[in-house]
């Protein structure tokens, strides 16, 4: 059993605490306090009693608990990343490929290049990332008008 000036000890450390809050609650703003007050429901204040005089009485003798035996525990193997894809130059295109490109724009580039993937399937279609940095690229957004036409033929030599 605690003893009473433990008690008062606690208590007064809990209203202290609930004043702190208060002064936080009361600081928020106006938006605030009506969202938490939609979803919350405010406890039922406590009332606080004043304890009653009591003799004093003496506390138990406190003994530590042996601290429990916490066994070490292997750290955990980090996944490996798979190696970075090797990119190759390719070969000019052929004499026979087209050498303008059939469309003008990054719309109609981007409408050409997810065809020319979809009709390669994944395993060819993944050259297209390699013609891209034959061409100085790395992102397809990036391409400029004037690369167009060798962007065309080098996707359409993946065809060939």
Do not use: R, W
């Amino acid at each position: 059993m605690l003893s009473n000036d433990v008690i008062i000890t606690i208590a007064q450390a809990i209203i202290a605490n609930a004043n702190v809050l208060q002064s936080l609650v009361d600081h928020l703003p106006v938006e605030t306090k009506e969202a938490v007050a939609s979803v919350v429901t405010p406890a039922p204040a406590a009332q606080v009693v004043k304890p009653k005089k009591v003799e004093k009485v003496e506390p138990a003798p406190v003994v530590a608990a042996p601290l429990p035996v916490i066994e070490p525990v292997a750290a955990p193997v980090a996944a490996q990343m798979p190696p970075p894809p090797v990119f190759t130059q390719l070969a000019p295109a052929p004499a026979h490929v087209a050498t303008s490109a059939p469309f003008s724009d990054p719309k109609g580039l981007l409408a050409y290049v997810i065809a020319s993937y979809n009709a390669l399937g994944a395993q060819k279609g993944a050259g297209i990332q390699q013609v891209l940095v034959a061409n100085g690229y790395q992102n397809i957004n990036d391409v400029q008008p004037d690369h167009y036409a060798a962007l065309y033929a080098g996707i359409e030599a993946l065809k060939a």
